[in-house]
């Protein structure tokens, strides 16, 4: 028989059997151990090994609930290949509610980290070098920061052929095609030549709950694409997908108040009027323009700004009325969904 047995941390997994390791990270100054918990599920069959991840910013918690979700379905039952799902990568953070590790850094800018560096830096590399280095396919979960919230969508390289094709079978109307930052978790596992996602949706600190049954479906189609999961008879909600190879943050010209009934999904015309800021000592209003045509598929929730602060994200798409369409349909048979209240 084909032994496709994994090991984290010295455990093993057998085939058809599943385990959760703790990952060890430094403890904390109270002598408080910190762990990252690996839920590993190994199919009887051979297959890809596919990594889901959440809260590698720790405040940004959709993932967290889609992960929790997915690993309670029952259909893990009959998977073929090997599931890797990390719920809470930054484990600090998350208990903290906040995006950083000690020192205000970044995780997902301190890959591929060293063992003997900061805890982020240790984090990123005990991650890389147990977890994801045994990966053939990856999907990471994001949100928007504090107060920016974003329309359900994926980034990805999609220069590349698998990449492009992971995105498509995630099934969300909006794609955005950039290249991987830096430093960040992407960025290895694009050294790897492991084709990787990000799934963007929502805000940090909130549970958006069509972000979240969006994002499970993604983790289905996905799988269902990989052949991990067989193909369901009924009809799956797998969206046609936009590509959009550019995308921009307006910015505010001026401070005062944000006034704008534009929502995610909206289509825009250059030079629309997306907003109003008003001075909140003078009274006076003055009008924010779009510089472009688009869909809005970010925009802040707080409506206190200076200036220079990022408003609205525009992503350019060559049939922005299709886009339009698809992303309304989306949205709402998502909504519809019989199983709405079944957490
Ligand atoms: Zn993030």
Redesign the pocket.
Known sequence: MDDHSITICDTTIAPGTQAIIDLPVSPLYTQTPMNIPVHVINGKKPGPVLLVCAA??GD?INGVEIIRRLLNKRLLKSLEGTLIAVPIVNIFGFIYHS?YLPDRRDL?RSFPGSKEGSMASRMSYIFMHEILEQCTHGIDF??G?AHRTYLPQVHANLTKKKTLRLAKAFGVPVLLDVKEQDNSLRAVAAKYKIPFLIY?AGEALRLDELSIRVGLKGILNVMRELKMLKKTAHATLRAKPFIAHSSTWLRAEQSGLLLSPMALGHRVLKKQILAHIADPISGKSTEVLSPTKGIIIGRTHLPLVNEGDALFQIAKFEKSKKVLAEVQEFHSAHLDEDDALNY
């Open positions: 590698v910013h940004e995006r997902n994001h949100t920061g963007e």
